[in-house]
């Protein structure tokens, strides 16, 4: 039983535009969400994240988007550049996990000069 | 400079002999975590530990053990009852009082292959 669903398995954007990456939870506990973002063989950097208590949060190109009812979220960088080719992973707590992060299976984020 | 680090960075064995995957940190985090990435998979928790002498398992521990004697330390043995040991594996600690309670920094990960 997947909790967090990236649908997406890839994406490719042109330098400039904007990426749009989409992620997709069950477990109604959840409240907080992250995104990170992965190189081949290096560990995930955390990018962004937001609590159920808001539904949109900024930190300069990027802006993570949150749509409780939906169950919903999504990640905007823009403009894109190209050094942002990566795999981006969405991840889900829930207050009473301990800190537990569940994990969508990724998106691959390309963007072309 | 404080991080996260996992040595060796790639590490090699022979089916049946067990492995221990080092983790060390030095952000006086209390928590920390060992996940595994399979190819065009999401990380799967194996153990966690939120505090020293104290762990637990995750969602797929069968075939692992790990220890927690001190608080930097977080080492991660891939025994040969593990039918599929063979990934990249990555540990994470958190800061449970900190403001971004649930924000997990990782190390570079460990890439281990059994021939």
């Known amino acids: 039983d997947q909790q967090v669903k990236q649908n997406s398995p890839s994406l490719s954007v042109q330098e400039g535009r904007i990426s749009i990456l989409n992620c997709d939870y069950t477990?109604?506990?959840?409240?907080?969400f992250l995104w990170y973002k992965k190189y081949p063989a290096e560990g995930p950097t955390f990018l962004i994240s937001?609590?159920?208590?808001?539904d949109k949060n900024e930190d300069g190109r990027f802006t993570v988007f949150l749509n409780k009812s939906a169950k919903h979220l999504s990640l905007h960088i823009v403009p894109s550049q190209p050094g942002d080719s990566a795999v981006y992973f969405c991840?889900?707590?829930?207050?009473?996990?301990?800190?537990?992060?569940?994990f969508g299976q990724g998106t691959i984020l390309t963007v072309h000069p | 400079d404080g991080g996260i680090t996992q040595s060796p960075k790639y590490l090699f064995r022979k089916e049946g002999q067990n492995v221990t995957l080092s983790c060390e940190q030095n952000?006086?985090?209390?928590?920390m975590y060992w996940y595994r990435q399979d190819p065009g998979q999401g990380l799967r928790l194996i153990y966690y530990?939120?505090?020293?002498?104290?762990?637990q398992k995750g969602d797929i521990a069968e075939g692992y053990s790990v220890s927690r004697e001190k608080k930097e330390s977080f080492p991660l043995t891939v025994t040969s009852a593990q039918k599929n040991p063979t990934a990249f594996y990555l540990c994470?600690?958190?800061?449970?009082?900190?403001?971004?309670?649930?924000?997990?920094?990782f190390g570079p990960g460990t890439r281990l292959t059994v021939l």
């Open positions: 994470a600690s958190r800061d449970p009082g900190g403001s971004s309670t649930d924000t997990q920094y």
């Open positions: 477990n109604s506990m959840f409240d907080y």
């Open positions: 937001i609590s159920s208590i808001k």
């Open positions: 991840a889900a707590s829930a207050g009473t996990s301990y800190g537990k992060l569940t």
């Open positions: 952000l006086n985090h209390d928590a």
């Open positions: 530990s939120q505090i020293v002498n104290d762990f």
